[in-house]
Structures are given as C-alpha cells and as structure tokens.
C-alpha cells in the first residue's frame, strides 16, 4: 500500500531474489566505501559545506536555494577554501 503523504510504497520483500539483495548490499557497502575514500582524500569538501551550513545557521535566510547560490558562486571562495585548507594543516603541524 501507498503511503500517500511521502510519495512512498511499502516494502515488496520479494522484489529481488536473495543474490540480488546479497549484490546489492556489497554494491552499498561497496559506495559506502568508495564515498568515504573520497571525502577523506578532498578535505575541502567538508570546509564548503561546514562552511555553508554555518552561514545558513548565522544568517537564517528565507530562501535557501537562493542563499546557496549566491554562497556557492562568490568568486572569492575557492581562495576562501584554500586559506582554511593551509590554517588547518598548519593546526596539524
């Protein structure tokens, strides 16, 4: 049964055989994994979205899609992240 007010179907549990839910869990696992490697090889991606949501919570704007534009297109970011990149690894140090 639908549930109308998420959009959402309930489970089918037999939906995928127990091989396909076993490929499935590895490829989760798998994503998880790969994600992961990723966020910790580019520290700058945790500086812009740390950075984003600190904004967000200062400023509180009405229309945050808006907000993120302008935040995410301000020419002055990508040095913005570089400087906060050097300040931490010069904490690390």
Partial sequence: MA????GLEGLDLGALS???????????INTRIANEKYLRSH???ELLLSG??????LRRPE????FAAEHFTDP???MKT??????KANQAN
């Fill in 3 to 6: 549930d109308v007010a998420s």
């Fill in 18 to 28: 127990p091989e396909q839910q076993a490929q499935l869990m590895e490829f989760k």
């Fill in 43 to 45: 520290k700058e991606v």
């Fill in 52 to 57: 984003f949501l600190r904004e967000v919570m």
């Fill in 63 to 66: 229309n945050i899609p808006e």
């Fill in 76 to 78: 002055e970011l990508p």
């Fill in 82 to 87: 570089q400087k906060k990149l050097a300040e």
